[in-house]
């Protein structure tokens, strides 16, 4: 007897993440429960990533013992949803003979259907894209917690030439303003504190009523002065003054920013369609800096681009060490099908690509040590997410610059809690320090916070 147990495992990127809470929304609305156990499960879905080769070869890999999983529980419903539903379509069901369902971003409202005509055998592809679907009115599935992240819009319409998103996920496309911020009040109510809002390119939303992002961080950051408002991602083409001015003036919108550079040469941001330079990029980081005292920045940076020398390598090495970044992530090339990119020549060999990926790694590991001292003696307010990974008796959250402050457990202080801390030590990735006091909430705009 099917008892409608759907479990599913999330891999990519937080769009995904905040998509399998939508899917969860519609399956709950539609008579299926949720089980964090495979075991028990009628329907396991893969919510699935295609950004580089490695991530669909982890999925490919899960597959297969999936399909191994399958042999042994006939009537077992497997489906693909996300960005390889997209890219793959048909193969994964004839190919792949274990898939029974492929689902796209775009139609995660007819998951319930396919299930259903799986349920008698028939298999489904349902990979058209839209170019309005936002999910507005669905409430996503969400366990209690402390952190949610909430697709603010979908889609993407840069085209950076080795990036497959736009093609996985289709159009740009914003939520409206006011059914977030509806959002954000429900999960205020349950005792959230903090949202992080998502897109692809966050900077370039703009709703049907006319309201830009920086219109959206303020609203958001008015609805409960408890909640810290984070986001991501930015491109750097669409980066206003305005949202810079919003960030500064509102405590609780985090003083955070992921701003990908993805290369420090002209001649590669070209051939990336990235639609900057690097002088731009570093006159923007400047301006954010003096609007937003203390503002932090991360970035994501690709080595081994069609083309790139050594010359462009070094320019990289060089926005890294003006910038001086509080994190990064960091990538080998990955040549995608489909993508303008796949066909220039993948020119930069193996060897290279993680030569230089590796130098990438250490200047930012010494550069985030560095960053890191240097706060040494200061105080900075956390958020206090729970016990650390290592022991109970310390603490661990993170600051409104997003890094992780580990600090000695005391009674009267607990998850949920904000509080102003002494930073004593130091390594590339964790703050050390010591309580000082608890901290109310944020302020109202333009005052500090209230002790
Ligand atoms: N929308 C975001 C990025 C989404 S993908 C932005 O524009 O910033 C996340 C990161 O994956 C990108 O910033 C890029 O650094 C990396 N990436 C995307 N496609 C890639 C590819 N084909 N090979 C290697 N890295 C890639
Ligand atoms: Fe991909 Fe560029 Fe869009 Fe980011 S902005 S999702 S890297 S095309
Ligand atoms: Fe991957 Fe799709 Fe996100 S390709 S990074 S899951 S948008």
Redesign the pocket.
Known sequence: MRQNNVYIETYG?QMNVADSEVVMGILKNNGYSITDKPESADVILLNTCS??DNAEQRIYGRLGNLKKYKDGHPGLVLGILGCMAERLRKDLIEDKKVVDIVIGPDEYRRIPEFIHHAYHGEKGIGVKLSKTETYDDIIPYREDGLSAWISVMRG?D?F?T????PFTRGRERSRSLSSIIEEIKLLSGRGFREVTLLG??VNSYYDEAGFDFADLLAAAAMVDRKIRVRFT?S?PQDLSDKLLYTIAEHSNLCNYIHL?V?SGSNRILELMNRTYTSEHYLELIDKARKIIPGVSFST???SGFPAETLEDHLMTLDVMNKVRYDGA?M??????EG?K?FKMEDDVDEETKSKRLQQIIDLQQRISAEVNQSLVGSNDTVLVEGFSKKSDKYLAGRTDTNKVVVFPAIENVSTGDYVKVKISKSTSATLFGDFIELVDKYSVPGERLTA
């Open positions: 990127c950004v580089r993407c840069k950076c080795f990036c497959v998103v692809q390119n991602t491109h990908p993805q994501d940076i690709i992530y990538f080998k090339y990955s040549p995608r993508t990119a």
